[in-house]
């Protein structure tokens, strides 16, 4: 595990903290995934209860953990828009778009894999990241999070994306049926259930389905049913497991013992991996004419880094990866 800081811009340049943790073996195709901590919590604490670590070997991802800044408070904190942060200045979407352009030309890795998950406040910005950042992100998993209702109210992605909400019944701090009039503190959000739906509806799920998992802990005092949509737009699925008696909790590390939180984000995250390789930009399955010509643009447009276009693999796109696939292509 590296811990890290990144200068995001902004006046000064400002700073920002994260740990990261990649497995002896990276390619082009390993998944990047978010880990966010909730409010007053921090990114070392949310790697150690999460187990995303222990993970990504078996896995063969690279985890990523932000810390959030500190407000008025004393505490950490992802700027969602909460009440007590009205006049708040954080910039938490920018952040993760400079760190995660960061870390993909870093590993070299594809644009395609890129996930995200957190903890309460974590799974708030989950959910702004779904609405705001759905052109950087695949997929999104918010364990007891909520959509403020400005979020809500605002959300319109570029792509619908697939959701997991893990999420208890009793949940004490992110109340199950939300809060429309600020009676908890944090502000106004939408209940689980209407985030459920509204996800459904954005990617157009055409079938539903629910089961009971095995109650494989009964001394929890909870259990799950499993609520999913699926056959959605692109194949895109939308899950909630709802934690019957449930509390602020992730699952498999405390609360409810029938699951293991993480593995279950990654085996959904797992659903909606794309599988690229080099040269083949159209993923067509061959390298040809259209693909050249995708990398002349790359090279006359230097703003972003695309592995699959860097051919030589020497971590530039430019004339040489131009003249090295046109011989693979004519047979040179």
Known sequence: VEYHTINVGGIGGESREYYLYAPNEVDLNTPLIFVFHGYSGSASGIMDYSGFNELAEQHNFIACYPQGTIDDDGNSFFNVGYSFHTFSEVDDVQFIRVLRAHIIQEYHLTTYNTFSTGMSNGGDMSYLLACQASDIIQAFAPVAGCMMEWIYDSCNPEYPRPVFEIHGTDD?????EGDYNDAGGWGNYIGVMPTFSFWATENSCMNFESDELPNLNESD????????YTDGLGGNEVWLYKVINGGHDWPGSY?????NSSEEIINF?????????IGDTDFNGQSNITDLL???????????YSVISDINEDGIVDELDLSQLAQSIIGY
């Open 294 to 304: 995708y990398i002349s643009d790359q090279v006359i447009d230097q703003s972003t």
């Open 269 to 277: 995250f797992d659903l909606f991996k794309v599988l690229a390789t």
């Open 255 to 259: 609360g409810n013992m029938d699951i």
């Open 172 to 176: 004490y701090v992110t109340w199950w």
């Open 221 to 228: 005092g909870s259990y799950i049913i499993s609520d999913k």
